[in-house]
T-cell receptor, first 112, second 115 residues
């Protein structure tokens, strides 16, 4: 069946350090890949849509590259800020279901 | 800030009671989704609509859950007889087309606690 697996949290980092959240998936479909972020007390919001294979997507200093060969799309940021504290979800959109499949989420806490 | 409006923010019910929550999708978005997010941050798709028509729904939704999106009124999700396991954050999202490659715009959710 279809599945998406991401780095288990929680992750605690100091401001200015780098972040990597790993995400991999299994499906026979050709998915569209997203990263969503959820701040405390809010619903998820799109961080960015990962573009086609081997192209890099980015927003607010976050980047992700989709590796079709390994069916993975890892989220990275070179220097995190306290305001980046949130839960990050890798998400799949698949044509035969027309709904989004969310990973389990990675809770990030950035300490000053 | 999200333009999807969900009310109420918090809902507390006893087991067996009805629980109803509402959602006003973003203007111009004909497709509406309901998701359940549990305390482990796991998301479960419940149902989606395009205009007033149901597109997809899961079995759980068919039995105790009812939902509608009438024209010119907020969408709603109602649990006919609440159970403890229904305690969760219920998220409404809207989309301009509902396509599988489209961004969803989420509200802040209704947090249901079933005592």
């Amino acid at each position: 069946g279809d599945s998406v697996t991401q780095t288990k949290g929680p992750v605690t980092l100091s401001e200015g350090t780098s972040l990597t959240v790993n995400c991999s998936y299994e499906t026979k479909q050709y998915p569209t890949l997203f990263w969503y972020v959820q701040y405390p007390g809010e619903g998820p919001q799109l961080l960015f849509k990962v573009p086609k294979a081997n192209e890099k997507g980015s927003n607010r200093g976050f980047e992700a590259t989709y590796d079709k060969g390994t069916t993975s799309f890892h989220l990275q940021k070179a220097s995190v800020q306290e305001s980046d504290s949130a839960v990050y979800y890798c998400v799949l959109g698949m044509s035969n279901y027309n709904v989004l499949y969310f990973g389990s989420g990675t809770k990030l806490t950035v300490e000053p | 800030n999200s333009k999807v409006i969900q009310t109420p923010r918090y809902l507390v019910k006893g087991q067996g009671q009805k629980a109803k929550m509402r959602c006003i999708p973003e203007k111009g978005h004909p497709v509406v989704f309901w998701y359940q997010q549990n305390k482990n941050n796991e998301f479960k798709f419940l149902i989606n609509f395009q205009n007033q028509e149901v597109l997809q729904q899961i079995d759980m939704t068919e039995k105790r859950f009812s939902a509608e999106c009438p024209s010119n009124s907020p969408c709603s999700l109602e649990i006919q007889s609440s159970e403890a396991g229904d305690s969760a954050l219920y998220l409404c999202a809207s989309s301009p087309t509902g396509g599988w490659a489209e961004t969803l715009y989420f509200g802040s959710g209704t947090r249901l606690t079933v005592l």
